[in-house]
């Protein structure tokens, strides 16, 4: 997922007509796509049914800061390298990022949660901290 939202804006970068941008935010688009369900999935799988709200709430609030705060962080490299030159080093870095976490995710053993199997969910840890929510 993050190798296709990566791999859509390399696209985008690396062509010079609306076409090919259409063509990597497509990608994108596919990407975003597959991400938010799965984090949605991924999330209320690993925390305890009595904080499905609490997660709910906090994943929405992450993706809408995320959305909020991306300007704000991107127009500064924009200037200084242009739009082009931000797509290529964000959506590769990206990609990379993605592939190394695919490999890394299908050769490591899964950790196991006291009591529970598959992978600890740190959102589940951050809700059950005393007085995080009141």
């Known amino acids: 997922m993050a190798v296709l939202?990566?791999?859509?804006?390399?696209?985008?970068?690396m062509v010079h007509g609306?076409?090919?941008?259409?063509?990597?935010?497509a990608i994108v688009g596919i990407g975003s796509g597959l991400v938010e369900?799965?984090?949605?999935?991924?999330?209320?799988?690993?925390?305890?049914?009595?904080?499905?709200?609490?997660?709910?709430?906090?994943?929405i609030s992450?993706?809408?800061l995320g959305q909020f705060l991306?300007?704000?962080?991107?127009?500064?490299?924009?200037?200084?390298?242009g739009t082009a030159s931000v797509f290529l080093a964000l959506g590769g870095a990206?990609?990379?990022?993605g592939l190394m976490l695919l490999g890394w995710t299908h050769r490591r053993p899964?950790?196991?949660?006291p009591g529970r199997r598959g992978t600890p969910c740190l959102l589940s840890a951050i809700m059950k901290v005393p007085g995080w929510w009141s």
């Open 94 to 97: 990206t990609a990379a990022i």
């Open 5 to 13: 939202l990566g791999s859509g804006c390399f696209v985008a970068g």
């Open 62 to 64: 992450a993706m809408f």
């Open 37 to 59: 369900p799965n984090i949605g999935s991924i999330i209320l799988r690993r925390s305890p049914h009595a904080l499905h709200a609490r997660a709910s709430s906090l994943m």
């Open 18 to 25: 609306v076409p090919g941008i259409i063509a990597g935010f």
């Open 110 to 113: 899964r950790l196991a949660w």
């Open 70 to 81: 991306n300007p704000l962080a991107a127009d500064p490299l924009r200037a200084d390298f």
